[in-house]
């Protein structure tokens, strides 16, 4: 992994000054732009003692190589992740749910699962390490800031992780087309790992036979799949509704 990255967005920089501002090395401001939402975060970076540097917007666009940086650039650490043992003791003592990404290698989906997972009240993502994106200022700015909130492991023997939250009581279901049981009549109401594979071939083989559960989202219409981060936006919600029936 690089030793920084280059993080742009006022958003995302308002989410990381607020919480892990240790990340921040250095904070870029176009030196002719005015914005209320900016004087905001240049105040928020004053408090933990960061202070902008000014410069011009061409130099901001070199910097993030032409993305919509909004007029402010951070050079940050990467993030730090937790282990799995980390999210295990979040949910030891209550009814928890874990996302697990099993090689989605497009950081806008891994971006827009962080973003449904935080919002959705996921206690913690896994990743693998291998054939898969790693958490880019793609997938920060896509996850609008999520991944500097919701706890990330990231791991390089998936099957071992899944047989490890097995052990510690967690129902691994992963997401399938071809599965025989819907989402919707699956009971949910444990803790549970959610499952979802790669963009091109979904769950790897492996995977499928270490799950306690195969299942598939209903379709209603005539199109035969849904983009991943979808799917897991379903499947998270489902599984929250699920934990706070009555």
Known sequence: MNKHQMQ???????VLLNKAPERVMALYIDQNRK???????????????IVAQKTTAKTLDKLVEGAPHQGLVAQCRPIKTV???DLLALIENKTGSLLVLDGIQDPHNVGACLRSAE???????????????????TVSKVSSGADQII?????????????????????????????????M????????ALVLGGEAKGLRHLTREICDQLV???????????NVSVAAGIAIYEIRRQHTQN
């Open 83 to 85: 282990s799995v043992l």
């Open 216 to 226: 598939y989202i209903p379709m209603l219409g005539v199109t035969e799949s849904l």
């Open 119 to 137: 919002a959705l009240g996921v206690d913690g993502v896994i990743l693998v390490k291998d054939r898969a994106s790693p958490i880019t200022s």
């Open 151 to 183: 706890p990330i492991a990231t791991v390089t023997n998936l099957a071992q992780t899944l047989k490890l939250l097995q052990k510690n009581g967690l129902w691994v279901i992963g997401l399938a087309g071809e599965a025989d049981l819907s989402l």
């Open 35 to 49: 914005d209320q939402r900016l004087d905001e975060i240049l105040e928020l970076a004053k408090a933990v003692n």
């Open 185 to 192: 009549q699956c009971d949910l109401k444990r803790s549970v």
């Open 8 to 14: 742009y967005g006022l958003h995302v920089i308002k």
